[in-house]
T-cell receptor, first 116, second 112 residues
Framework: DTEVTQTPKHLVMGMTNKKSLKCEQH?????MYWYKQKAKKPPELMFV???????INESVPSRFSPECPNSSLLNLHLHALQPEDSALYLC???????????????FGPGTRLTVT | SQQGEEDPQALSIQEGENATMNCSYK?????LQWYRQNSGRGLVHLIL?????REKHSGRLRVTLDTSKKSSSLLITASRAADTASYFC????????????FGTGTRLQVTL
């Protein structure tokens, strides 16, 4: 199984709502990532989890709260978002390579988020 | 921003023609990867080239890397309509893929 799944596919939320995005993989990968992608732009890294611990936070506003409850699941909790947070949110996973090796990331299809 | 630059931003060709897209980056790398993204979907890994390699092939894909110029190119030969997508290069400074930096992307349109 080389698939990363993300739910929901689409999400519309108001600025006062609380919602969560979910990502799941069963490839045994111990690194998981959240990216934000605006239209016609490249993905921008938000968070990296390694062995279920947050290892990188790219200065993301606290209204985005990641969680990695186990090695297969990654959540992104959303609260009090702004319209400019509307974007495609991509989850990815990869092996954790402590030595410089060949590592690629596997991406999910994304959640299209619209904040109204 | 450490983002790499890709050119062209957009490329339109006919089926059967070759497509070449270029990527320039700023920092030293362990490897450089190319990904494809169909409209509004997730990215798919295409090919990876290590910093000590100069050229690599995979099916209809050919990638080159010139570390002295900090640049790479992706050639898709005999393009098909199904190749229509955005293509991103991504640099990996450590080889662990923990912090890929994506280029600005090239939107490829292949028409029948």
């Amino acid at each position: 199984d080389t698939e990363v799944t993300q739910t929901p596919k689409h999400l519309v939320m108001g600025m006062t709502n609380k919602k969560s995005l979910k990502c799941e993989q069963h490839m045994g990968h111990r690194a998981m990532y959240w990216y934000k992608q605006k239209a016609k732009k490249p993905p921008e890294l938000m968070f990296v989890y390694s062995y279920e611990k947050l290892s990188i936070n790219e200065s993301v506003p606290s209204r985005f709260s990641p969680e990695c409850p186990n090695s297969s699941l990654l959540n992104l909790h959303l609260h009090a978002l702004q319209p400019e947070d509307s974007a495609l949110y991509l989850c990815a996973s990869s092996q954790v390579s402590l030595l410089a090796g060949v590592v690629e990331q596997y991406f999910g299809p994304g959640t299209r988020l619209t904040v109204t | 921003s450490q983002q790499g630059e890709e050119d062209p931003q957009a490329l339109s060709i006919q089926e059967g023609e070759n497509a070449t897209m270029n990527c320039s980056y700023k920092t030293s790398i362990n490897n450089l990867q190319w990904y494809r993204q169909n409209s509004g979907r997730g990215l798919v890994h295409l090919i990876l080239i290590r910093s000590n390699e100069r050229e690599k092939h995979s099916g209809r894909l050919r990638v080159t890397l010139d570390t002295s110029k900090k640049s790479s190119s992706l050639l898709i030969t005999a393009s098909r309509a199904a190749d229509t997508a955005s293509y991103f290069c991504a640099t990996d400074p450590t080889g662990t893929a923990s912090k890929l930096t994506f280029g600005t992307g090239t939107r490829l349109q292949v028409t029948l």
